[in-house]
């Protein structure tokens, strides 16, 4: 399944890697020719690959943050935030390489309090002060256990982010809400209240990896 969210880059993408390869085809030189259809190839099943959208099942458990995204855990520090959580936190940053699946998932149920989308710099999104000076979304959830920040953050490569919210929506954990094309991070914010269920270096997975507990601190 190719995810909504990319479709028209999808498309140009896949077409621009047949024009390679068709090319490749009529070329005359034998190393010009096979040089372009397997660049062809590559590039049309990379795309495939990156917006590629497989279902996920959300497990069924209250009192949980689940991951945004795909990718690998590379920040875990205590914050002070002042823009949703108002005191101290919990951060979790998640990287996506181009080759995680990088449609973005709700990490909990409730309402959609908070929405901002900052223009900022495209540092490369494992460098830890690119929360701050990249282009971002900042999401915040009110839940009944309690508000969750986080955030889709662009990368060097990927420029383009995508979601489907406004403020005053109800959302449910593990739902779709959009993507960021080609390479990024999402952080999760919770209060000082919450149990930390992953460590340092650890593969999450959207919708599925608990990333943050409350009342279960095993």
Same mark, same amino acid.
Do not use: C
């Given at each position: 399944?190719?995810?909504? #969210?990319?479709?028209?880059?999808?498309?140009?993408?896949?077409?621009?890697?047949?024009?390679?390869?068709?090319?490749?085809?009529?070329?005359?030189?034998?190393?010009?020719?096979?040089? *372009?259809?397997?660049?062809?190839?590559?590039?049309?099943?990379?795309?495939?690959?990156?917006? &590629?959208?497989?279902?996920?099942?959300?497990?069924?458990?209250?009192?949980?943050?689940?991951?945004?995204?795909?990718? !690998?855990?590379?920040?875990?520090? /205590?914050?002070?935030? !002042? &823009?949703?959580?108002?005191?101290?936190?919990?951060?979790?940053?998640?990287?996506?390489?181009?080759?995680?699946?990088?449609?973005? &998932?709700?990490?909990?149920?409730?309402?959609? /309090?908070? *929405?901002? #989308?900052?223009?900022?710099? #495209?540092?490369?999104?494992?460098?830890? !002060?690119? /929360?701050?000076?990249?282009?971002?979304?900042?999401?915040?959830?009110?839940?009944?256990?309690?508000?969750?920040?986080?955030?889709?953050?662009?990368?060097?490569?990927?420029?383009?982010?995508?979601?489907?919210?406004?403020?005053?929506?109800?959302?449910?954990?593990?739902? &779709?809400?959009?993507?960021? !094309?080609?390479?990024?991070?999402?952080?999760?914010?919770?209060?000082?209240?919450?149990?930390?269920?992953?460590?340092?270096?650890?593969?999450?997975?959207?919708?599925?990896?608990?990333?943050?507990?409350?009342?279960?601190?095993?």
């Amino acid at each position: 399944m190719i995810t909504k #969210y990319g479709l028209s880059t999808f498309y140009i993408t896949l077409l621009v890697a047949l024009i390679i390869i068709a090319s490749g085809i009529f070329v005359g030189n034998n190393i010009l020719k096979y040089i *372009l259809i397997i660049a062809g190839i590559v590039l049309a099943l990379f795309t495939i690959n990156f917006f &590629r959208d497989p279902e996920r099942v959300t497990p069924n458990k209250n009192a949980a943050v689940f991951s945004p995204a795909d990718g !690998k855990v590379i920040i875990v520090k /205590d914050i002070e935030d !002042k &823009r949703f959580i108002n005191g101290k936190a919990k951060q979790i940053s998640i990287f996506m390489s181009p080759l995680d699946v990088h449609v973005n &998932r709700i990490p909990i149920s409730g309402k959609v /309090d908070y *929405l901002r #989308y900052i223009k900022g710099e #495209y540092l490369v999104a494992f460098y830890e !002060k690119a /929360d701050e000076r990249n282009e971002r979304s900042e999401i915040g959830i009110t839940s009944q256990w309690g508000k969750v920040l986080f955030t889709q953050v662009a990368g060097t490569i990927a420029r383009r982010i995508v979601y489907n919210l406004s403020e005053g929506d109800s959302v449910t954990a593990g739902k &779709r809400f959009g993507m960021i !094309k080609f390479g990024s991070r999402s952080d999760v914010i919770v209060g000082d209240d919450w149990n930390l269920k992953v460590k340092l270096g650890d593969r999450v997975t959207a919708g599925e990896t608990i990333l943050f507990e409350k009342g279960n601190d095993d």
